[in-house]
T-cell receptor, first 114, second 120 residues
């Protein structure tokens, strides 16, 4: 089962910031938070990941709370092409000899409106 | 740099037939993963290769599914015989080898476009 909780859907106006929340209250100290998205029926696309510090790249920003129990993905200027299902994933395994599989939940369906 | 590629993009077969899906990972990626999404469900992990070895095959649904990665490059996933419930989208992902010295570090998985399988 996924270790994260996300709202099933959100709407955002084109050009505005999209803030997608995620709860991961049972996250362990060495687990990372990853964000992927799936546009229509394409393969999941990596967006960003972080451990405890806030992260930013050309696609988005990731804000992780100090207690690491929740995070927010920020798309600073959403476009119509950002309409997708966004998945917040706590990475399981990753220790020596362990699997590094991703466990997908239902994600948040973000709709960017013109 | 070429991304993860999968072949075929679509496959329609009849129940009882055999289908083989292929995945070519990003060049130099030691880790290769198979996932699938069946109708109405979440994306689920199937198995993980490190080079040619199966690291984790806990997600393989049953013995009708056989994955191989001879030579540690491309991988195939064979379904024999296919059943109706095997219909769905099969995704492949790859990642680099974990770098020495990283503490709990993970390497990002990059996904292919998927193969849409329909079993009639």
């Amino acid at each position: 089962d996924a270790k994260t909780t996300q709202p099933p859907s959100m709407d955002c106006a084109e050009g505005r910031a999209a803030n997608l929340p995620c709860n991961h209250s049972t996250i362990s100290g060495n687990e990372y938070v990853y964000w992927y998205r799936q546009i229509h029926s394409q393969g999941p696309q990596y967006i960003i990941h972080g451990l405890k510090n806030n992260e930013t790249n050309e696609m988005a920003s990731l804000i992780i709370t100090e207690d690491r129990k929740s995070s927010t993905l920020i798309l600073p200027h959403a476009t119509l092409r950002d309409t997708a299902v966004y998945y917040c994933i706590v990475r399981v395994g990753g220790i020596r000899g362990g699997s590094e599989k991703l466990v997908f939940g239902k994600g948040t369906k973000l709709t960017v409106n013109p | 740099e070429a991304g993860v590629t999968q072949f075929p993009s679509h496959s329609v077969i009849e129940k009882g037939q055999t289908v083989t899906l292929r995945c070519d990972p990003i060049s130099g990626h030691d880790n290769l993963y198979w996932y699938r999404r069946v109708m109405g469900k979440e994306i689920k992990f199937l198995l993980h290769f490190v080079k040619e070895s199966k690291q984790d095959e806990s997600g393989m649904p049953n013995n009708r599914f056989l994955a191989e990665r001879t030579g540690g490059t491309y991988s195939t996933l064979k379904v024999q015989p296919a059943e109706l419930e095997d219909s769905g989208v099969y995704f492949c992902a790859s990642s680099q080898a974990r770098r020495r010295g990283t503490s709990g570090g993970h390497e990002t998985q990059y996904f292919g476009p998927g193969t849409r399988l329909l079993v009639l």
